[in-house]
C-alpha cells in the first residue's frame, strides 16, 4: 500500500488535473512514472552474431554483473537490421538455460549415474586416454608401404558452431597427433 | 527459406514488394510458400528431372543467353571421343569400374587442341593414380594445360553445348509430370518465369538448402541449377546465382577452416597415402604450372601452412615437414568412423557441440555405435541426448542395451557459450563476422579454444622429451598463443596466425594482406590461405561494424568476407566481355577505361588490371594465364563449366537416378539408383526394396525429413529452452487428407511409421500442405517429418527421433547421407514400447524379405554389352 | 445521454508537456512467415512466465492458443482451402462495394475501382496459410481501462494502455471488460504448467502473479526511445511501429496496394475511428473476416452503453423503494 | 481440412487436456443449427474471456442484495415502529454486507491491496462506483447495527463516552444505509453488464431490476424467517411484489436477448439454477403471502425466498462464464447486428474497412 499523502491521492489529483475521469495521468504511481527500460542499468552492451543459423544475425548482448541480462536484435547489422527470429530472439535463455549443466559429470563403466569430477582431473584423464588410443592404433604405413603415420585410435565430431579460431586449433592439434577421423556438421 | 533462415527472407519480402515473383518448389507447402506467388509440390528426389527439363527447355526454346555462354563457358570446348553418354550405355557414363563402383574420369576429358590426346590430370601417369573422390579441394580440379580444341559455331557433335543438348533431350514436361508430379501447367509457368526473367536485363536467383544436399548424388542436384543458371547468364551478377542457405552459424567456416577428414584449411586436400607420397607430387595433384587460375599457387598456399603449423621446424630440407601430416587411405567420414566403433576399432569420440543421437542420421546404428566406445567426450551446454544414451536412450528402453553391460566411460564437459568467448562465425554468404566477449564461462564451463590449448599443453607436457619420431609433429607444434588470467588463448592471436604473416625478410612478423603475398620458399607462413587479409594492417577486419545504414547495398565495410573481402564471386561476368555492365539496370563491376582498372560496387574478382581484351602467352600459368574474358578464375580453364571433365566422380553431366529407396523404377534409364553412390550395407542398415519389387509394397510410402523455425535441428539449443519448446512441444507427422482417409489416420491423433531401420511414433497433422502425386501412373504418398526431438529426460519436450528411421547411403562427392527421401510404412495409432518394438521392426523386415544386399546393388543394368542397349525400359 | 468514453486528446493533455505523439502497431499479415520471434521476444523481455501444457493443441502450427496473461502476442495459423478463399475474397468485394464513406483522406479513386474488376488474384489459388500476429488493441476507448476500479490500469504518454503491476489488486473485472479477450488475470491455475510438475529446473520465478497481465506496448522501452520488442524482432516488418497517424497511412495504402493486385480479401480490422471501440492502437490487415482469426465481428466497448445501464440501475432502485413504501402501506393497514 | 467451420463433420474432438484446448473442445462439439448464417471461428476458441470470478462473487451478489433490502425494511419498520423487524433488518443488513465484502476481498487476486478499490472515483466503472457504496453503506450499517447490539445487551458493553455518540450517529446512520440501500442492490446490474460478457451485457436492461427483485426477496425473506408474525405483514407484501418484479423481469430479460446470448440462461447447469429459483421464489411468495400468519410456514417461505434469491444471484453469474467460453455467443449476434445497421444503410461504425 503506497504511502497515500493527502495531495498524492489520485482521486485529489483527479480533482485537481484535466485527467478527471481518472483514467490517465492522475492515476499513475510512483514506480511507474520512474519506468526505465530492464537494460538502462546493464554494465556492458557488445555487439555479437547469433549462434543459431548461418545468416549471421547481429545481436546485442547485454550484461550486468557478469550475467547476460538481455539480448535483442543489432540494428547496425546489414544482414538483420536489427531483427531475430524466434531462436535467436530466444538466445538469453539459451545463454542462461536452466537445462545448462555448467559442472563437469562423469560416468565410470557399467555405473548407472553420473558423478562429479574436477576439471582438471578430468582434462588430465582425457589426455593419458587420447595417448594410449593414439598409441594403440598408431599405424606408420599402410598396406602397400606407403607412409601414413596416423591414429585410427580416437575421432571427434564437431558440431557447426564451433569458432573459426577454434576449428584451427582443433585440426592443427589432431592433425599434429596423427588423428585423421575428425568430422563436422558440415558433412551431415 | 522463411522456416529456416526466417531474418534472411526479409529481402525475399522487400524484392516481391518490389514486384520480384517468388516461387517455392518443396514438396510441402510451407510459410516459405505461404507469401510465395506459388507452390510447385513434388517427389522428393526427383529434383534433377526437373531441372534437366528447365535446361532442355531453354535449349530447345533457344532462351539461352548466347553471348554469355559463348565468352564465358566452356560451350565450345570439344570432348574426348572416347566420352560416352548415359543416353548410350542406358545411364552410365563411360568409364565405370562395376568392382568398386568409381569411374575413370579420362574419358571424360577435353580434346587437346595440339593432336589427339586429351587434357588429364596432371602429375597422374596412369588411370588408377586418377584422384580419389574426396581429393579435391572445392576450389575445382586440376588440369595439365588450358590450350583445348573448340568449335566455336557449337555445332560439333562433341562440343560440350551438343553433348548437354543430348544429354538432356528426353527430359521433358511429360516427363516431369511423369516422374516429379508437376503438372505442365506449373511446369510452363516455373520455366516461363525463370526465362523471362534472365538475360541482360534481369536475373534469377535460386536459393537452396539441405533439400538438395542431403541425397544420393546431391552434389549433382546442385551441379543441375549450376549449368541452367550458366546458361541463362545469372552467374556472378547481382540478383542471380545460386545462393546456398546453410544451416549453422559458422557451418561455412567449419569447411573454409574445417574440422573434416578429408580438408585442409583453405580447401587444400589431405595428402593421400600413396598419391601425395611427397610434397612435390601432392603440389601436383592440387594445380599445374600451366593451369589457369589461383590454384596454380598451391605450394605457397600449401608450405605456408605448414610454416603456420610447424614454424622453424619446417624446413626446405624436411619439406616443410610435410611428412608430419597423417596420411588419408580412402574415406574416413563420420559413417566410415561409425563402422569402425561398431567393429570395436576405435577406442575415444569427442563430441563437441553435436548431438548425433538424435541429429545423425540411423540415430540407432549411432547410439549402438557408441556403447562399443571405450570413452566418450561430450562437450555441450546441456545433457544432450548424446550424452545420457547410456542410462536413458530408445535401446535402453527396448532392451538391446542394459546399462550395466555398457563399458563406455562417459566425460561431460560444460562449453561456453557465444557470448562467453570472444571469436568469429563464417555465415552463409562468406562474411566472417568477430563476436566480442561479454561475460565469463560460469562454473567448470570452458570455451573449445581454451580446452584444447589446455589438452594440447598436457599432451606436449607428456610427450616432452620423447625421441620417438611419431611425437615430432607434436612437439614441434607453434603452441604458444598468449593467455588471459583465466587461461584462456587470446582468439585474435589464433586470428593473426590464420592470417599469416612474413616469416622472413624485410617486413618481418608483420601480417600478410592478400594471398598473393604468400611464397612457396617458407618466408611466409598463413593458416588458412583464402582468409589472408582478414588480420591485415594488424586490424580485425571481422570486427568492424561500419552500420550498414551509412553504405551501400554491398555493405563492405561491414566485417570482412573472404576472399579478400569480396561479396559476390566471379564478378567479372557481371561485365560483357568488353568489359561494359550487361546493363545499367545490373551494373556491378565494369572496366573504366581511363584508369586501365576493373571498378565497381564490389571488390573485383579478377586480376584488377587485367584488361578485357588481354590475351595470354600461350605457355603462361597461373593467374597470369587468364584472359580478359575468364571471369571464373579459380577454373582451369577459366571458364563456367557447362561439362566438367574433372572434379566430379560421379559424372561429367548431373543425371537423373532414383533414390536408393523409390516407390518407381527409374523412368529415363535401366540403371535405378546413382551407380558410384556409397553403400554401406550391414544388418543395422538395411534399405527398402525399390521399384515395385518383392517387398516394396511393405514400405510404399516416401518420407521425407524437414526442420522447423521453432527448432533448432537434434534440438540441444531448443528443446531445452522453455520459450521454444512450448511452441512446438511434440513430434509430429504431416500427411496429405487422401492418405489419412486411405489408412486411418485420425487428426491430431498418434501414428506409427516404420522403416527398415527402426519405428518412432508422431502426432498426426492432417493438412492439404502436403500433396499426394500421381507418379508413373500410381498414386504416392509422402509424409513429412521434423527431427528435432528425442528421447531423453533432460529436455523441456521429448519425442522420437525421426533420424532413426534413415539409412545410411552417402554422395560419392562429398559423403553426404541421403536424408529426403526414403521409404516406410505407417499405421495409426502408437508404437509398441519395450522389446515389441523391436520385434514389430523385425517383422516387417521378414515380410520384405530384406538381406544386407537389398538396395546396395550399385549396377542394375548388363555392363560391358555392345553400345546398342536399350534406351531404357518403362 | 452524454458519453462516457475517454476523449484521448483531454487524456493526452493531462500529461501536459510528457504526452507524445499517439503510438501504434500496423499489423500486416499478409506478409506475415508465422515464425513466431514475436512471442520471444515478448516473453524474454517482460520475463514473461512459459504457457500451457507442452501439448500439441490441435490447431495447425498454434501451438499457443491464444493471448492470455503469460503470452501477450500469440500467432495464428489458418489452413483454407479453394472454396475458403472464395468467400473470404467475396465478403472483402461486399465490404468495397458496401460504398463506404472512405476512412481520412480519399484514396487515389483507381483503388476502389480497381478491386471491382479486380485483375487476377495471386497464382496460389487453390490453397493458402493465413497467418497473423495477434496483440492488444490498446483501445481508443479501452473497456479494461474504464472499469479498472482501482486506477491499475492507465492511459500511458504515448496513448497506449498498460496495468500497473504494483497497483492492480486482482479484482479481475477487466477480464470482462475487454471485448477483444486480451487481458487475463495470471492466477494458480494457468501458471502451474507441465513444466512444474515434469521438471522442477525448468520451474520459472513468476512475476506479478495474481495480477492482470497485458501487452504493455514494452512501455518500458517507450519511455527511453526505444522500438517494443516485437516490432523490433519481426524478420518482414510485419508488426510495424510507429505513430498512429502514420501507421493508419500506411495501412490504408497497403490494403489498395492489395486490392490493385486483385486481393480483394484484404480489408483493415481497426483503423475506423468511428467503430465501437473508437478505432484501435494496434491496426490489423486481414485476409479474411475477422473471427476467423478469432477476432470479434462487432466489437463494442460496454461504456458506450453505461449512462443508460445508469439509467436503468436508478430506476430500478427507485422501484425498490416504491416497492418497499407500499408494502409497508399495505402491511402497516392490516 | 482444418478449417474451423467444419468442426461439426469432423468426429468428436479427443479429450483435451490442455488448459486452453479443454475449453475449445466443449465449444466446438455442439452441432450448429442449419439456417444459422456461416459461422466460423478460430478452431472453436473463446473471443473475449469472462472475468475470473468464482462463487464468491455469487455470494456477494446475494448478500449484497439482502443488506440493501434489509436496509429498507429497517427504515419502514422505524416509520412504522416495529421495532423487533428493524432491529433484525439492522442485524442482516450489517451481516450481510460484512460477510458479501469478506467474499469480495478473498476473491481478489491480491487480497492484501484490497484498499486500493479506493484510491479512486471512476464513474466509468461500476465496480469503483460500487465500492464506495459499499463502504459508506457499511459504515453506516456498522453504526445502526452496534446501537440494537448495545440496546440487546442492555447498556452494559463498556462503550463509554462512545455511546453518546453513537446514538447520536444512530439517525443519520439509519439514513445514510437506508440512502444507499437500492443503489447497493441495483449497482450490480451495471458491474456485470457492463462488460463484454455476451448475456451479461445483452441482459443489461433487465438486470437491475432482476437484482432488486431477488435483493427485495431475499430481505423479505430474512425478515420472515428473523422476525415474528406479527411484525412481518409488510415483508409479506414486499414478498408478493418481489417476486413478481423476478419472474417477469426475468422473462423480460431473456426475450429481449439475441437467442444465442438468451441460451446459456435456458440451457446447461444455470439454466437449471434459474428454473429452480424461479419456482422457489413463486412458492416462497405464495407461502408468505398465504401462509405467513404462522411462525413455521412464515419460516420455510422466508427460507424458500432467501434460496431463491441465491440460485437467482449464481445461476446469472455462470451463465455469463459460460457464454464467454463458447465463440458463437459473441461472433453471431454480433454479425447479426453489423448486417442489420449495414441494412439499415449505418455504414460508417464497422471495424472492419476497405480502405
Known amino acids: 500500500m503506497t504511502r497515500i499523502t493527502p495531495l498524492e491521492w489520485p482521486v485529489i489529483r483527479q480533482l485537481r488535473t484535466r485527467d478527471s475521469s481518472g483514467r490517465g495521468a492522475a492515476v499513475t504511481s510512483k514506480k511507474t512514472r520512474e519506468t526505465s527500460p530492464r537494460t538502462s542499468d546493464a554494465d556492458t552492451v557488445v555487439q555479437s552474431i547469433c549462434p543459431y543459423c548461418a545468416v549471421g544475425c547481429g545481436q546485442k548482448v547485454y550484461a550486468k554483473d557478469n550475467r547476460v541480462v538481455h539480448i535483442e536484435g543489432d540494428p547496425d547489422s546489414p544482414i538483420s537490421r536489427g531483427r531475430l527470429c524466434p531462436k535467436g530472439a530466444a538466445s538469453e535463455q539459451l545463454v542462461n538455460s536452466a537445462g545448462r549443466q555448467t559442472k563437469v559429470l562423469y560416468r565410470a563403466p557399467r555405473s548407472r549415474e553420473w558423478e562429479s569430477l574436477d576439471l582438471d582431473r578430468a582434462i588430465d584423464m582425457i589426455a593419458d586416454r587420447l595417448l594410449t588410443a593414439r598409441r594403440k592404433h598408431w599405424e606408420d604405413t599402410d598396406q602397400h608401404g606407403n607412409p601414413v603415420r596416423r591414429t585410427m585410435g580416437f575421432a571427434s565430431l564437431g558440431g557447426a558452431t564451433i569458432d573459426n579460431e577454434e576449428n584451427y586449433l582443433i585440426k592443427k592439434l589432431f592433425s599434429a597427433a596423427g588423428a585423421v577421423q575428425i568430422e563436422n556438421q558440415a558433412r551431415i | 527459406m522463411a522456416e529456416c533462415h526466417p531474418v534472411g527472407f526479409q529481402w525475399v519480402t522487400e524484392a516481391k514488394q518490389r514486384g520480384a515473383r517468388i516461387i517455392h518448389v518443396d514438396p510441402r507447402f510451407t510459410r516459405t510458400s505461404a507469401v510465395a506467388d506459388r507452390h510447385i509440390a513434388l517427389r522428393a528426389g526427383s529434383d534433377i528431372v526437373l531441372l534437366g527439363a528447365l535446361i532442355n527447355y531453354v535449349l530447345t526454346h533457344d532462351l539461352w543467353f548466347e553471348e554469355y555462354v559463348r565468352a564465358y563457358t566452356n560451350a565450345a570446348t570439344i570432348i574426348s571421343e572416347e566420352y560416352q553418354d548415359p543416353e548410350d550405355l542406358n545411364g552410365l557414363f563411360s568409364g565405370y569400374n562395376p568392382e568398386d563402383g568409381t569411374y575413370d574420369k579420362s574419358t571424360w576429358s577435353y580434346q587437346s587442341a595440339t593432336g589427339r590426346e586429351t587434357v588429364g590430370e596432371p602429375g597422374a601417369e596412369t588411370e588408377d593414380d586418377a584422384a580419389e573422390p574426396h581429393e579435391f579441394g572445392a576450389g575445382g580440379p586440376p588440369l595439365s594445360h588450358a590450350n583445348v580444341r573448340r568449335d566455336e559455331t557449337l555445332q560439333d557433335p562433341r562440343c560440350v553445348f551438343q553433348v548437354l543438348k543430348r544429354h538432356f533431350a528426353r527430359y521433358t514436361p511429360e516427363m516431369v509430370e511423369q516422374t516429379c508430379g508437376i503438372s505442365v501447367d506449373d511446369f510452363t509457368y516455373l520455366a516461363n518465369s525463370i526465362t523471362e526473367n534472365s538475360g541482360r536485363e534481369r536475373t534469377t536467383a535460386f536459393t537452396y538448402a539441405v533439400g538438395w544436399t542431403q541425397h544420393a548424388q546431391g552434389a549433382q542436384f546442385i551441379r543441375t541449377a549450376a549449368i541452367l543458371q550458366l546458361l541463362l547468364g545469372n552467374m556472378g551478377r547481382p540478383g542471380g546465382g545460386i545462393i546456398a542457405l546453410r544451416g549453422h552459424a559458422t557451418i561455412q567456416g567449419c569447411t573454409d577452416i574445417p574440422t573434416l577428414f578429408n580438408l585442409l584449411p583453405g580447401y587444400l586436400p589431405m595428402p593421400e597415402a600413396g598419391q601425395h607420397n611427397t610434397l612435390q607430387t601432392y603440389l601436383d595433384s592440387i594445380g599445374s604450372k600451366k593451369q589457369k587460375g589461383f590454384w596454380a599457387n598451391a605450394d605457397a598456399y600449401t608450405i605456408s601452412l605448414l610454416k603456420a603449423w610447424w614454424g622453424d621446424a619446417a624446413t626446405q630440407e624436411n619439406d616443410f615437414a610435410y611428412d608430419y601430416l597423417p596420411r588419408l587411405t580412402g574415406a574416413h567420414g563420420t559413417y566410415q568412423t561409425l563402422e569402425r566403433m561398431l567393429r570395436d576399432e576405435l577406442d575415444g569420440y569427442f563430441l563437441i557441440g553435436q548431438n548425433p543421437a538424435v541429429g545423425s542420421a540411423n540415430g540407432r546404428m549411432q547410439r549402438l555405435g557408441m556403447s562399443h566406445l571405450k570413452w566418450l567426450v561430450v562437450r555441450d551446454f546441456s545433457l544432450i541426448e548424446s550424452a545420457t544414451w547410456w542410462k536413458d536412450g530408445p535401446e535402453i528402453h527396448t532392451g538391446e542395451l542394459r546399462t550395466e553391460d555398457i563399458e563406455t566411460e562417459v566425460f561431460f564437459l560444460p562449453a561456453a557459450n557465444h557470448t562467453e568467448k570472444a571469436g568469429s562465425f563464417t555465415q552463409t554468404q562468406r562474411l566472417v563476422q568477430w563476436r566480442h566477449q561479454a561475460v565469463t564461462p560460469p562454473d567448470d564451463a570452458q570455451s573449445e579454444l581454451h580446452f584444447f590449448h589446455e589438452l594440447g599443453k598436457r599432451l606436449r607436457q607428456r610427450l616432452a622429451g620423447s625421441q620417438d619420431s611419431r611425437d615430432r609433429p607434436l612437439l614441434d607444434l607453434t603452441w604458444d598463443y598468449p593467455t588471459d588470467a583465466h587461461g584462456e588463448p587470446d582468439p585474435e592471436a589464433v586470428l593473426a596466425e590464420i592470417n599469416g604473416f612474413h616469416v622472413s625478410g624485410p617486413d618481418q612478423g608483420e601480417p600478410l594482406s592478400t594471398f598473393n603475398e604468400m611464397r612457396a620458399d617458407g618466408s611466409t607462413a598463413g593458416g588458412c590461405w583464402i582468409y589472408t587479409g582478414i588480420y591485415a594492417d594488424r586490424v580485425n577486419q571481422s570486427a568492424r561494424r561500419k552500420p550498414g545504414q551509412e553504405q551501400d547495398e554491398t555493405a563492405a565495410e561491414w566485417a570482412w568476407a573472404w576472399p579478400a573481402n569480396r561479396r559476390l564471386l566471379y564478378n567479372r561476368a557481371s561485365a560483357d566481355p568488353q568489359g561494359r555492365p550487361w546493363s545499367e539496370r545490373k551494373k556491378y563491376v565494369w572496366w573504366d577505361d581511363e584508369q586501365q582498372r576493373w571498378t565497381g560496387k564490389d571488390v573485383p574478382d579478377f586480376p584488377v588490371d587485367r584488361a578485357p581484351d588481354a590475351r595470354p602467352e600461350p605457355d603462361a600459368g597461373g593467374p597470369a594465364a587468364l584472359a580478359g574474358d575468364d571471369p571464373f578464375i579459380m577454373q582451369a580453364d577459366g571458364k563456367g563449366w557447362l561439362f566438367a571433365p574433372h572434379g566430379l566422380v560421379d559424372g561429367p553431366l548431373p543425371t537423373h537416378y532414383e533414390p536408393p529407396e523409390s516407390p518407381i523404377g527409374n523412368p529415363l534409364y535401366g540403371q535405378q539408383s546413382n551407380p558410384a553412390r556409397i553403400v554401406l550395407p550391414g544388418k543395422d542398415n538395411l534399405l527398402a526394396p525399390s521399384a515395385l519389387q518383392p517387398g516394396s509394397e511393405i514400405y510404399p510410402h516416401i518420407f521425407t525429413t524437414y526442420r522447423l523455425t521453432e527448432h533448432h535441428t537434434a534440438g540441444g539449443m531448443s528443446r531445452f529452452l522453455p520459450y521454444l519448446a512450448e511452441l512446438q512441444p511434440e513430434m509430429f507427422c504431416e500427411v496429405s487428407p487422401e492418405f489419412a482417409a486411405e489408412i486411418g489416420l485420425e487428426a491430431y491423433g498418434w501414428a506409427t511409421i516404420i522403416s527398415p531401420r527402426s519405428a518412432i511414433e508422431a502426432r498426426v497433422f492432417i493438412t492439404e500442405r502436403v500433396t499426394s502425386l500421381t507418379i508413373a501412373g500410381r498414386r504416392v504418398h509422402q509424409v513429412g517429418l521434423p527431427y528435432h526431438w528425442g528421447v531423453g529426460n533432460e529436455a523441456v519436450v521429448e519425442g522420437d527421433a525421426a533420424n532413426d528411421l534413415l539409412g545410411l547411403t552417402l554422395d560419392p562427392n562429398v559423403h553426404i547421407q541421403g536424408s529426403k527421401a526414403a521409404q516406410c510404412a505407417v499405421r495409426p495409432g502408437r508404437r509398441p514400447r519395450g522389446p515389441e518394438l523391436t520385434k514389430l521392426v523385425e517383422d516387417l523386415r521378414q515380410q520384405a524379405g530384406l538381406t544386407v544386399e537389398t538396395g546396395n546393388e550399385r549396377l542394375t543394368v548388363p555392363w560391358g554389352e555392345p553400345q546398342d542397349q536399350p534406351r531404357g525400359e518403362q | ?334 | 481440412m482444418t478449417t474451423s467451420e467444419h468442426d461439426h463433420h469432423r468426429p468428436p474432438e479427443p479429450p483435451r487436456s490442455g488448459r486452453r484446448g479443454r475449453k475449445a473442445a466443449e465449444g466446438a462439439r455442439e452441432i450448429p443449427m442449419v439456417e444459422k448464417p456461416e459461422f466460423s471461428s478460430y478452431y472453436g476458441r473463446a473471443v473475449v474471456k469472462a472475468p475470473p470470478w468464482g462463487d464468491e462473487i455469487g455470494a456477494y451478489l446475494f448478500l449484497g442484495g439482502l443488506a440493501g433490502g434489509s436496509s429498507l425494511l429497517s427504515l419502514g419498520a422505524q416509520l412504522t415502529g416495529s421495532r423487533i423487524l428493524q432491529r433484525n433488518a439492522r442485524l442482516t443488513a450489517l451481516g450481510a454486507v460484512g460477510l458479501g465484502t469478506v467474499a469480495l476481498i478473498h476473491d481478489l487476486g491480491r487480497p492484501e491491496r484490497f484498499l486500493y478499490m479506493l484510491r479512486t472515483f471512476k464513474i466509468t466503472s461500476p465496480m469503483s462506483v460500487g465500492s464506495w457504496v459499499l463502504t459508506s453503506f457499511s459504515t453506516g450499517a456498522g453504526v445502526t447495527a452496534a446501537v440494537e447490539v448495545d440496546r440487546l445487551t442492555g447498556h452494559r458493553l463498556p462503550l463509554g463516552p462512545l455511546r453518546r455518540v453513537l446514538h447520536a450517529l444512530e439517525g443519520p446512520a439509519e439514513a445514510q444505509t437506508a440512502l444507499l440501500g437500492a443503489p447497493l442492490s441495483s449497482y450490480t446490474g451495471p458491474l456485470l453488464s457492463n462488460t463484454a460478457v455476451p448475456t451479461w451485457n445483452a441482459a443489461r436492461d433487465e438486470l437491475p431490476f432482476v437484482f432488486v427483485s431477488s435483493a427485495a426477496l431475499a430481505a423479505s425473506g430474512a425478515a420472515l424467517v428473523f422476525t415474528p408474525v406479527r411484525e412481518t405483514q409488510p415483508a409479506r407484501a414486499l414478498a408478493a411484489i418481489a417476486a413478481v418484479g423476478d419472474v417477469v423481469s426475468m422473462k423480460l430479460m431473456k426475450k429481449r436477448m439475441h437467442p444465442v446470448e438468451a441460451e446459456p440462461l435456458k440451457t446447461g447447469g444455470p439454466g437449471t439454477l434459474l428454473k429452480w429459483a424461479e419456482r422457489l421464489a413463486v412458492s416462497g411468495a405464495v407461502g408468505a403471502v398465504v401462509f405467513g400468519g404462522h411462525r413455521a410456514p412464515a419460516v420455510a417461505s422466508g427460507a424458500l425466498m432467501l434460496g431463491a434469491s441465491a440460485l437467482t444471484r449464481i445461476g446469472i453469474l455462470r451463465a455469463g462464464l459460460a457464454s464467454a467460453r463458447d465463440p458463437r455467443h459473441t461472433i453471431e449476434p454480433q454479425k447479426a447486428r453489423l448486417e442489420a445497421r449495414r441494412a439499415q444503410g449505418v455504414v460508417h461504425d464497422s471495424i472492419t474497412t476497405a480502405g
Open chain 3, 1 to 334: 445521454m452524454e458519453s462516457l468514453t475517454e476523449d484521448t486528446q483531454r487524456s493526452a493533455e493531462a500529461y501536459a508537456e510528457r504526452a507524445g505523439s499517439r503510438k501504434a502497431f500496423f499489423t500486416d499479415t499478409s506478409i506475415c512467415i508465422g515464425c513466431k520471434a514475436c512471442e520471444v521476444a515478448c516473453k524474454e523481455w517482460n520475463r514473461n512466465p512459459q504457457d500451457g501444457d507442452l501439448e500439441v493443441l490441435g490447431s495447425s502450427y498454434d501451438n499457443t492458443g491464444a493471448l492470455g496473461a503469460n503470452t501477450w502476442r500469440h500467432v495464428a495459423f489458418v489452413e483454407q482451402d479453394q472454396d475458403r478463399i472464395e468467400k473470404a475474397r467475396e465478403s472483402g468485394r461486399k465490404l468495397v462495394s458496401l460504398g463506404m464513406p472512405r476512412v481520412g483522406p480519399p484514396a487515389q479513386a483507381g483503388a476502389a475501382a480497381g478491386a471491382q474488376d479486380g485483375t487476377a488474384p495471386p497464382d496460389t489459388a487453390e490453397f493458402r496459410w493465413l497467418m497473423s500476429s495477434d496483440v492488444c488493441k490498446h483501445c481508443t476507448h479501452a473497456g479494461c481501462l474504464d472499469v479498472c476500479p482501482t486506477g491499475a490500469l492507465f492511459r500511458t504518454e504515448y496513448g497506449t494502455v498498460k496495468v500497473q503491476e504494483d497497483i492492480c489488486n486482482g479484482c479481475g473485472t477487466c477480464v470482462g471488460g475487454c471485448p477483444f479477450g486480451v487481458i487475463e488475470r495470471r492466477d494458480e491455475g494457468i501458471i502451474r504448467a507441465k513444466t512444474e510438475r515434469a521438471q522442477s529446473k525448468y520451474a520459472q520465478e513468476i512475476p506479478n502473479e495474481g495480477t492482470a497481465n497485458k501487452c504493455t506496448f514494452c512501455y518500458d522501452r517507450l519511455v527511453d526511445g526505444q522500438t517494443p520488442a516485437c516490432a523490433q524482432t519481426c524478420p518482414t516488418t510485419s508488426i510495424k511501429f510507429g505513430d498512429r497517424e502514420d501507421m493508419v497511412e500506411s495501412a490504408r495504402q497497403r490494403v489498395a496496394e492489395l486490392h490493385q493486385q486483385g486481393m480483394t480479401e484484404a480489408r483493415l480490422y481497426g483503423a475506423n475511428p468511428n467503430d465501437g471501440v473508437g478505432g484501435t492502437g494496434s491496426i490489423f490487415l486481414l485476409l479474411d473476416e475477422p473471427e476467423v482469426y478469432g477476432l470479434p465481428p462487432d466489437p463494442r466497448v460496454p461504456t458506450k452503453d453505461l449512462p443508460r445501464m445508469y439509467q436503468r440501475a436508478v430506476l430500478a432502485a427507485g422501484g425498490m423503494l416504491a416497492a418497499v413504501g407500499v408494502s409497508f402501506v399495505l402491511g402497516g393497514r392490516r
